[in-house]
């Protein structure tokens, strides 16, 4: 995530996992299906990987069980303090999206769940050309991230949630960095990825990127 939203997630961090499972109403939507989207990244990944904004470590969780090697990078040392509590069988490194340790290895994927946003899109720009280097020919990123189709849906789901009373995550959504599938994609193929897309909730977007060629 960026380095701008890290006290807040210091903050946020004890609670993180009751958000997740529904206990704010404001937020109950975002996380709908929490499970399944965990899952839908876990599943399409393989071989070592590097997981940004680890948070509590639930996608981490997931990707162990797996058995496939982890390399977990958070900025936040409130989340690190959760993460340590569980005890995981991989490695925990304080950084973010754009700035962490060496990987020592050959990286093979790159997930990330509900962090990508909180950079702004010449910093995701940044990040897509820092990860084309590290991954091989074949490498994924694998994103499950809040998105907006079009212009048109992101004014759309605001006047929905203005609607509802959410002011919280009305507010949220106007100050972080989410953006738009249209501008997603065209990052994605300067880098040398082809990348789709696909729904999981009303506000989360699955994207998945293969290193190599580039969709036209």
Same mark, same amino acid.
């Given at each position: 995530?960026?380095r701008?939203?890290?006290s807040l997630?210091d903050q946020? !961090?004890?609670?993180y996992?009751r958000?997740v499972? *529904?206990h704010d109403e &404001?937020?109950r ?8 989207i ?5 599943s399409?990944?393989?071989?070592t990987?590097?997981e ?9 969780? /997931?990707?162990?069980?797996r ?6 990078v958070?900025?936040?040392q409130?989340?690190?303090?959760q993460i340590?509590?569980r005890n995981l069988?991989?490695?925990l490194l304080d950084?973010?999206f754009?700035?962490?340790?060496p990987?020592?290895?050959q990286?093979?994927? %790159?997930? !990330? ?8 899109d010449?910093e995701?720009? /940044?990040?897509l050309? %820092?990860?084309?280097?590290l991954? *091989? ?6 994103f ?7 212009? /048109?849906?992101?004014?759309?789901t605001?006047?929905? %949630?203005a609607?509802?009373?959410?002011f919280?995550l #009305? &507010?949220?959504?106007?100050?972080e ?12 193929n ?9 729904k #999981?909730n009303?506000y989360?977007?699955?994207m ?5 060629h580039t969709?036209?």
């Amino acid at each position: 995530m960026g380095r701008e939203f890290v006290s807040l997630f210091d903050q946020w !961090s004890e609670e993180y996992d009751r958000t997740v499972s *529904g206990h704010d109403e &404001q937020y109950r939507e975002v996380f709908e299906h929490y499970g399944d989207i965990l899952e839908a990244v876990a599943s399409r990944s393989f071989g070592t990987v590097v997981e940004f904004g680890a948070g509590t470590g639930n996608l981490s969780e /997931q990707l162990l069980r797996r058995g496939l090697k982890v390399y977990g990078v958070e900025p936040s040392q409130g989340m690190r303090a959760q993460i340590q509590k569980r005890n995981l069988d991989f490695v925990l490194l304080d950084g973010d999206f754009l700035h962490f340790p060496p990987i020592p290895e050959q990286v093979n994927s %790159i997930v !990330s769940t509900y962090a990508f946003h909180h950079l702004t899109d010449e910093e995701k720009e /940044q990040a897509l050309s %820092i990860y084309s280097t590290l991954l *091989g020919k074949g490498g994924k990123i694998v994103f499950a991230d809040i998105a907006f189709r079009d212009e /048109q849906d992101r004014e759309k789901t605001e006047a929905y %949630i203005a609607e509802k009373g959410h002011f919280d995550l #009305l &507010q949220d959504l106007q100050t972080e960095y989410s953006t738009t599938l249209d501008r997603l994609k065209s990052m994605f193929n300067r880098h040398g990825f082809s990348v789709s897309f696909g729904k #999981l909730n009303r506000y989360v977007w699955l994207m998945e990127a293969a290193k190599g060629h580039t969709q036209s």
